[in-house]
């Protein structure tokens, strides 16, 4: 079959498949403070790696939010790594709630001082990195109309890894548990790992 954007159901398809064709992504967990020094935590499951020389990561976020509000205005933020043992909590912080809202307190989550920027970090979290920000991009349309998505780029200034994760010095994706989001109200957590070597290596 094929449609354009926005005629799947003339397809015969009732969920629009997008998000789940462009799956698994990876969760960042994104904590900041806002101007007057308030916590706020939210998951973008539009997150990812861009670059690791120096190590760059990018989240999207649909719609103007607290997060990209507080990240433009303190120029940093941490990007926890969601996992399983994480699940419920992390969709706690989802909801849309009024600014000032401290989501760690929403989800039961105690605060973690990070070491090179103000905003905290989840305590229980596996794995977290300390970001400053290098720019957030409004995303327009082919026909040049906006979006009303911002894209926020930031780079890695630190690592927080919990050392009940680590094997022979690489980071045991099956301990990890790492959270995914696939489409429609659907998760994976990584369980099952295989590597292959590249040709030539």
């Known amino acids: 079959m094929f449609f354009a954007p926005g005629e799947h159901k003339a397809a015969g398809l009732s969920h629009n498949p997008f998000k789940a064709l462009v799956a698994p992504r990876p969760i960042g967990w994104i904590s900041t403070l806002d101007a007057e020094g308030r916590a706020n935590l939210a998951p973008y499951s539009f997150f990812n790696a861009v670059d690791d020389a120096p190590p760059i990561v990018m ?101 927080h890894v919990s050392e009940d994760v680590v094997v022979d010095g690489r980071i045991d994706m099956a301990r990890l548990g790492l959270l995914a989001r696939l489409g429609y109200m659907d998760y994976a957590v990584t369980r099952e790992v295989f590597a292959m070597n590249r040709p030539g290596a």
């Open 59 to 159: 989240f999207s976020s649909s719609g103007w939010k607290n997060t990209v509000a507080n990240v433009e205005a303190t120029g940093e933020f941490v990007c926890n790594i969601a996992t399983e043992d994480l699940a419920r909590q992390m969709n706690t912080t989802s909801a849309s709630v009024p600014a000032g809202v401290d989501e760690f307190e929403l989800a039961g989550l105690a605060k973690a001082p990070s070491r090179l920027v103000r905003a905290p970090r989840v305590a229980a979290a596996k794995a977290a990195l300390e970001c400053r920000l290098l720019q957030v991009v409004e995303l327009t349309a082919l026909d040049g109309t906006a979006c009303d998505a911002r894209v926020v780029f930031g780079q890695v200034i630190g690592l």
